[in-house]
């Protein structure tokens, strides 16, 4: 079976957007101009559309005057999509693990920065001053 490999922001931005709701080709754009903040060009946009339903990942329906395309998940898509939004959490968690720590105190998980504390020549991190200063003393005061 052939996957499509997501390789940018916009790629997966369009998937999670399709994921709510369907949508027509120019109302992903400007959604992905204001999710990512930058400007998004038809041409990355439309040929990647036309490859998800190639795989049979979206269905079109073409509508109103214009004829305009509305562009929606199949159940393989949704599946699909699912695959690759468990990938990116995966990778997303496995970096935040590594700046994860718990608290000496109360044992409270912190990310990124903790208040540290050495004693005996050991180094504690806390989650907050007050644990820093009751550890060892009795309860956390947050």
């Known amino acids: ?3 499509l490999k997501i390789t940018t922001l916009s790629r997966l931005h369009t998937l999670v ?3 709510s709701s369907s949508r027509h080709g120019y109302e ?3 959604e992905l101009e204001h999710g990512l903040g ?3 060009s ?3 946009v439309y040929p990647f559309l036309k490859e ?3 795989l049979g990942y979206v269905s079109v329906e073409s509508t109103g005057e214009r004829d305009m395309k509305t562009y929606k998940l199949t159940i393989k898509g949704k599946k699909f999509v699912e695959d690759v939004l468990n990938n990116v959490s995966t990778v997303i968690e496995s970096m935040i693990a590594s700046k994860v720590t718990s608290c000496a105190h109360c044992s ?3 990310y990124g920065k903790s208040h540290v504390k050495k004693i005996k020549e050991k180094e504690f991190h806390f989650c907050c001053k ?3 200063e009751a550890f060892g003393f009795g309860d956390c005061h947050v």
Do not use: D, F, Q
């Open 42 to 44: 038809s041409g990355e």
């Open 28 to 30: 992903l754009i400007k």
């Open 108 to 110: 409270c998980k912190v």
């Open 1 to 3: 079976m052939e996957k």
């Open 130 to 132: 007050y644990c820093a």
């Open 17 to 19: 957007l399709l994921s």
């Open 38 to 40: 930058k400007k998004v």
């Open 52 to 54: 998800l339903k190639r």
